[in-house]
C-alpha cells in the first residue's frame, strides 16, 4: 500500500480540498497569475504614460481654442482610460489590443471618416473658411489707396526662418512714432522697449521678429505685395519694401440685405447659402466663397455632368485593364519563371533568382523615371536598339502599352518570389501520382498545380489588384496621364481615377477637394466590391481544395 510523501515541500490533498503545500510560503492568487513589474518595465511604463499625457495636453489647447468641447471630451475619456487601463493588474487581453486599435482609428478609420465627410461639401479653393472669413478676404481684397490714406515706414521681418517663414509688416507711423506688427491676423502694437527705429523712422530691430534686408525682401516680393493686412477701417498693403498705406475698402458687406455691395460700380453680390457665394443678379460669383454642406451634390457631379461624367467612365474602363492587365501579365510572367527553375533538371537556380530579382530590390521611382526616358521617341533606348521610330507617349493605345511593360518588368520579380514559395509548399508526389496515371506535364499543371497556386496566392493577387488600381506613381512619373486630347486638358488616355482625381484636386482651374473626396469615394467603393467578391470565390476554392 502506497502512503503519500511528507516532509518539507511535499504536498497531501483531501477529497474536496486543494492541495496544500508544506514547508513553502503561501501565494495569493494574483501574485501567481502576475510576474512583477521589474524596474526597466516600471520606467517604460511611467515614460509611456508620461508621453500619453504629454500628448493629451498638447491636443487639448486647439480644441479648447477651437470650442470642440465634444473633441476634448474624447480626447479627455480616451486619456483616462488609457491611464485606468494600464495602471491596474486587470483587463490584460485589452492592455495588447488597444494600442494596436487606437492606430487602426488614427491611420484608417478616421482618414476614412474625413474623407467621406469632405465628399458632401465644397470645400476647396476659394471654399476653406467661414462666411465671415470669406466676408474679410473680400474687404481686404478690395482695398485701394485714397487720398488722405494714413502712411506708414515699412520694414519686412518674419518669425522664423528669413527664406519661408510667415511675413510681417513692421510699421512706424512718422506721426505718433508708435510701432505695430501686422499680418493676415491683423495689427497689434508693439511697446517702445521691444523696438529698434531709425533715425529715418525705419524698424531695424524687434524682439521675436528678425528684419529682413533688402535682398532677403526682394527674393520674396510678390508674398509681401500679396499680404494684406485687415484693420478697423480697412487694410494695410505694401508700397515697394519700404511704404505701406492703410486704404479703404470698395467692397462692403451689409448685413441688412445680407450682400456684398461696391461702393464705386454699385454691383451687389447676394449671399448664396446652398453654394457657399456671394452672387449678383448677373450670375457672377465672387471668387472667395465658404465652405457648406451641399448633399450629394459632388457625387450627382461625377454621374451626370458631361464634363467629370465622360472622363471618369472612360477612365473606369482603362483604370480596370491597367489593373488587370498589371496583376495578370505580371502573375503569368513570375509564375511561368517560378516553375522553369523549380524544375529538378534547372541547373545555376540561385544565380538565375539572384538576377531575376532586381528590379524589385530597385528603388521603383527612380526605375519609372529612367524607363520614360528610355521610351523617348528621339533618343530612348527603345527605338534605338529595335530600330523603332515610335511615339510611345504621343498616341493613346502607345503609351498605354508602354506603362504596362514597365509595369511587368517591375512587378514580376514579386510575383516570382511568391510563387516560387508557393511552389515549394506543394508536394512533388501529387504530381508525380499525376505522371503515372497518364497525365502530360500540362494537364499535370491545369489539374493540380494551377489550383494550388491560386488557392495559396489569390489573397496576394486580389492585394496586388488593389495596389495597381491606385497606382499613382506608375502613371504619374512615366506619362503624367497623357496623352491629352486638345479638347480635354485634365484628363488623358493614361489616366487612372487616382491621378484624374489629383489634378481636379489641384489642377490649375483650383482645387476642388470635395469634389475629389466624392470621387475617392466610388474609388474606395469599387475596389472594395471586387475584393470582397474575390475573397469569396477564393473561399470556395479552398473549400474544393482543402
Same mark, same amino acid.
Given at each position: 500500500?502506497?502512503?503519500?510523501?511528507?516532509?518539507?515541500?511535499?504536498?497531501?490533498?483531501?477529497?474536496?480540498?486543494?492541495?496544500?503545500?508544506?514547508?513553502?510560503?503561501?501565494?495569493?492568487?494574483?501574485?501567481?497569475?502576475?510576474?512583477?513589474?521589474?524596474?526597466?518595465?516600471?520606467?517604460?511604463?511611467?515614460?509611456?504614460?508620461?508621453?500619453?499625457?504629454?500628448?493629451?495636453?498638447?491636443?487639448?489647447?486647439?480644441?479648447?481654442?477651437?470650442?470642440?468641447?465634444?473633441?476634448?471630451?474624447?480626447?479627455?475619456?480616451?486619456?483616462?482610460?488609457?491611464?485606468?487601463?494600464?495602471?491596474?493588474?486587470?483587463?490584460?487581453?485589452?492592455?495588447?489590443?488597444?494600442?494596436?486599435?487606437?492606430?487602426?482609428?488614427?491611420?484608417?478609420?478616421?482618414?476614412?471618416?474625413?474623407?467621406?465627410?469632405?465628399?458632401?461639401?465644397?470645400?476647396?479653393?476659394?471654399?476653406?473658411?467661414?462666411?465671415?472669413?470669406?466676408?474679410?478676404?473680400?474687404?481686404?481684397?478690395?482695398?485701394?489707396?485714397?487720398?488722405?490714406?494714413?502712411?506708414?515706414?515699412?520694414?519686412?521681418?518674419?518669425?522664423?526662418?528669413?527664406?519661408?517663414?510667415?511675413?510681417?509688416?513692421?510699421?512706424?507711423?512718422?506721426?505718433?512714432?508708435?510701432?505695430?506688427?501686422?499680418?493676415?491676423?491683423?495689427?497689434?502694437?508693439?511697446?517702445?522697449?521691444?523696438?529698434?527705429?531709425?533715425?529715418?523712422?525705419?524698424?531695424?530691430?524687434?524682439?521675436?521678429?528678425?528684419?529682413?534686408?533688402?535682398?532677403?525682401?526682394?527674393?520674396?516680393?510678390?508674398?509681401?505685395?500679396?499680404?494684406?493686412?485687415?484693420?478697423?477701417?480697412?487694410?494695410?498693403?505694401?508700397?515697394?519694401?519700404?511704404?505701406?498705406?492703410?486704404?479703404?475698402?470698395?467692397?462692403?458687406?451689409?448685413?441688412?440685405?445680407?450682400?456684398?455691395?461696391?461702393?464705386?460700380?454699385?454691383?451687389?453680390?447676394?449671399?448664396?447659402?446652398?453654394?457657399?457665394?456671394?452672387?449678383?443678379?448677373?450670375?457672377?460669383?465672387?471668387?472667395?466663397?465658404?465652405?457648406?454642406?451641399?448633399?450629394?451634390? &459632388?457625387?450627382? #457631379? /461625377? !454621374?451626370?455632368?458631361?464634363?467629370?461624367?465622360? %472622363?471618369? $467612365?472612360?477612365? +473606369? @474602363?482603362?483604370?480596370?485593364?491597367?489593373?488587370?492587365?498589371?496583376?495578370?501579365?505580371?502573375?503569368?510572367?513570375?509564375?511561368?519563371?517560378?516553375?522553369?527553375?523549380?524544375?529538378?533538371?534547372?541547373?545555376?537556380? &540561385?544565380?538565375? #533568382? /539572384? !538576377?531575376?530579382?532586381?528590379?524589385?530590390?530597385? %528603388?521603383? $521611382?527612380?526605375? +519609372? @523615371?529612367?524607363?520614360?526616358?528610355?521610351?523617348?521617341?528621339?533618343?530612348?533606348?527603345?527605338?534605338?536598339?529595335?530600330?523603332?521610330?515610335?511615339?510611345?507617349?504621343?498616341?493613346?493605345?502607345?503609351?498605354?502599352?508602354?506603362?504596362?511593360? /514597365?509595369?511587368?518588368?517591375?512587378?514580376?520579380?514579386?510575383?516570382?518570389?511568391?510563387?516560387?514559395?508557393?511552389?515549394?509548399?506543394?508536394?512533388?508526389?501529387?504530381?508525380?501520382?499525376?505522371?503515372?496515371?497518364?497525365?502530360?506535364?500540362?494537364?499535370?499543371?491545369?489539374?493540380?498545380?494551377?489550383?494550388?497556386?491560386?488557392?495559396?496566392?489569390?489573397?496576394?493577387?486580389?492585394?496586388?489588384?488593389?495596389?495597381?488600381?491606385?497606382?499613382?506613381?506608375?502613371?504619374?512619373?512615366?506619362?503624367?496621364?497623357?496623352?491629352?486630347?486638345?479638347?480635354?486638358?485634365?484628363?488623358?488616355?493614361?489616366?487612372?481615377?487616382?491621378?484624374?482625381?489629383?489634378?481636379?484636386?489641384?489642377?490649375?482651374?483650383?482645387?476642388?477637394?470635395?469634389?475629389?473626396?466624392?470621387?475617392?469615394?466610388?474609388?474606395?467603393?469599387?475596389?472594395?466590391?471586387?475584393?470582397?467578391?474575390?475573397?469569396?470565390?477564393?473561399?470556395?476554392?479552398?473549400?474544393?481544395?482543402?
Amino acid at each position: 500500500m502506497n502512503t503519500p510523501l511528507s516532509g518539507p515541500g511535499s504536498a497531501t490533498q483531501t477529497p474536496g480540498r486543494e492541495p496544500v503545500r508544506r514547508g513553502l510560503p503561501r501565494t495569493s492568487r494574483t501574485a501567481r497569475n502576475h510576474a512583477p513589474i521589474t524596474a526597466t518595465g516600471l520606467v517604460v511604463k511611467v515614460v509611456l504614460l508620461g508621453l500619453v499625457a504629454g500628448i493629451a495636453i498638447w491636443a487639448a489647447f486647439p480644441l479648447i481654442e477651437a470650442a470642440h468641447w465634444i473633441g476634448l471630451a474624447i480626447l479627455a475619456a480616451t486619456t483616462a482610460g488609457l491611464f485606468y487601463l494600464y495602471l491596474t493588474r486587470r483587463h490584460i487581453p485589452a492592455k495588447y489590443l488597444v494600442p494596436g486599435t487606437l492606430f487602426l482609428i488614427a491611420f484608417q478609420v478616421f482618414p476614412v471618416l474625413y474623407t467621406a465627410s469632405t465628399a458632401f461639401t465644397n470645400f476647396g479653393d476659394g471654399h476653406r473658411g467661414s462666411k465671415d472669413d470669406a466676408i474679410v478676404a473680400i474687404q481686404t481684397s478690395s482695398v485701394h489707396q485714397v487720398p488722405g490714406s494714413p502712411e506708414y515706414a515699412l520694414s519686412i521681418a518674419t518669425t522664423g526662418d528669413p527664406a519661408t517663414g510667415p511675413l510681417v509688416f513692421l510699421l512706424a507711423d512718422p506721426k505718433t512714432h508708435e510701432v505695430s506688427a501686422g499680418d493676415a491676423g491683423g495689427l497689434r502694437k508693439l511697446d517702445a522697449g521691444q523696438v529698434t527705429v531709425s533715425p529715418t523712422g525705419k524698424v531695424t530691430a524687434a524682439d521675436g521678429y528678425t528684419v529682413l534686408n533688402f535682398g532677403q525682401a526682394s527674393v520674396r516680393s510678390q508674398e509681401i505685395t500679396d499680404l494684406i493686412v485687415p484693420t478697423s477701417g480697412g487694410a494695410i498693403r505694401s508700397t515697394g519694401l519700404s511704404r505701406a498705406y492703410e486704404g479703404t475698402a470698395v467692397r462692403a458687406y451689409d448685413a441688412g440685405c445680407d450682400c456684398i455691395k461696391d461702393s464705386e460700380t454699385g454691383k451687389t453680390w447676394t449671399a448664396d447659402a446652398a453654394s457657399g457665394s456671394f452672387v449678383a443678379a448677373d450670375g457672377e460669383r465672387l471668387a472667395q466663397g465658404w465652405k457648406v454642406n451641399v448633399g450629394l451634390k &459632388n457625387f450627382s #457631379r /461625377v !454621374l451626370t455632368d458631361p464634363n467629370i461624367s465622360g %472622363p471618369f $467612365f472612360g477612365t +473606369l @474602363l482603362w483604370n480596370f485593364a491597367f489593373a488587370i492587365g498589371s496583376t495578370g501579365l505580371t502573375f503569368l510572367l513570375g509564375m511561368g519563371i517560378a516553375l522553369a527553375l523549380h524544375s529538378p533538371r534547372m541547373r545555376g537556380t &540561385n544565380l538565375y #533568382r /539572384v !538576377l531575376l530579382i532586381l528590379p524589385y530590390a530597385m %528603388p521603383s $521611382f527612380a526605375m +519609372l @523615371l529612367v524607363w520614360r526616358d528610355m521610351f523617348n521617341t528621339d533618343f530612348g533606348l527603345v527605338n534605338n536598339l529595335f530600330g523603332l521610330g515610335v511615339d510611345w507617349f504621343g498616341g493613346a493605345w502607345t503609351a498605354r502599352a508602354a506603362v504596362l511593360l /514597365v509595369q511587368l518588368w517591375l512587378g514580376y520579380p514579386y510575383m516570382f518570389l511568391v510563387t516560387t514559395g508557393a511552389l515549394q509548399a506543394i508536394p512533388r508526389e501529387l504530381t508525380e501520382a499525376t505522371s503515372v496515371d497518364g497525365a502530360s506535364p500540362w494537364q499535370s499543371f491545369k489539374a493540380v498545380t494551377l489550383p494550388l497556386l491560386l488557392v495559396a496566392l489569390s489573397p496576394l493577387l486580389i492585394a496586388s489588384f488593389a495596389y495597381n488600381f491606385n497606382n499613382i506613381n506608375a502613371i504619374w512619373l512615366t506619362t503624367e496621364g497623357g496623352p491629352f486630347a486638345p479638347d480635354n486638358p485634365t484628363n488623358g488616355a493614361t489616366d487612372l481615377l487616382i491621378t484624374y482625381t489629383y489634378r481636379l484636386a489641384f489642377g490649375a482651374q483650383g482645387a476642388e477637394y470635395g469634389m475629389a473626396a466624392a470621387v475617392s469615394i466610388f474609388i474606395f467603393a469599387i475596389v472594395a466590391t471586387v475584393s470582397t467578391i474575390s475573397f469569396r470565390r477564393t473561399r470556395k476554392q479552398e473549400e474544393v481544395y482543402s
